[in-house]
């Protein structure tokens, strides 16, 4: 019996997610310069034809990952308190809790994660386009410097220069998602985030 137009369409969805779903992977645990279209179909279990039917390139491919990472990144901002009425230490400690709960709690997130802070040791990534890059919105790091920045003037943050400390949190970001993706341990403790919160905050500042 022929398929339907909804079950084909089905499939179709179905199979283009098992690629992005590989090439995620790949370009997370090895990085996008080391990945090549043969990685991607032999994670994927498809063929390279299946592969080319859906996508010209591995280029086109990340910018669909990168475009996933984004809409998720603005769904989860529309989440956060109002940046200008709300203390910066209080939405840097909604950002950190969300970031771990991430880590632990969810099947793809670490690998965008892990993807996203090692991009600026790749050498061939794609360029945006001039109308995406004119409407790129700023990214979490830029984000946490201003935090910071606006967090030391309040005085609930240590002084310091913010981007040092914006590279040591996401350093720790990055080791917990690399202990996240290679830990053969069904459960792992997720850890306390005022461990966290500690490394920069005022003494006396609660949160």
Known sequence: MPKTPEQNRKIKLKRKSQ??????RLFALKGYDSVVIEDITREAGC????FYHYFKNKEEVFLELIKMAEKRVFIKSNNLPN?????????????VNNMIQEIFNEEEMPYFLYMFINLHLQKTLPTLSEKEAKTKKPNFFRLFIDLVARGQKEGNIVPGEPKQFAIIYF???????????NSTKKTLTVPNVDIIMNL???????F
């Open 19 to 24: 690629i992005l779903d590989a090439s995620l």
């Open 47 to 50: 063929s390279h034809s299946l």
């Open 200 to 206: 920069f905050t005022r003494k006396g500042t609660t």
């Open 171 to 181: 350093s720790i970001i990055k080791g917990l998602c690399f202990t996240r993706l």
């Open 83 to 95: 940046y200008d009425d709300t203390p910066a230490i209080e939405v840097i400690q909604l950002i």
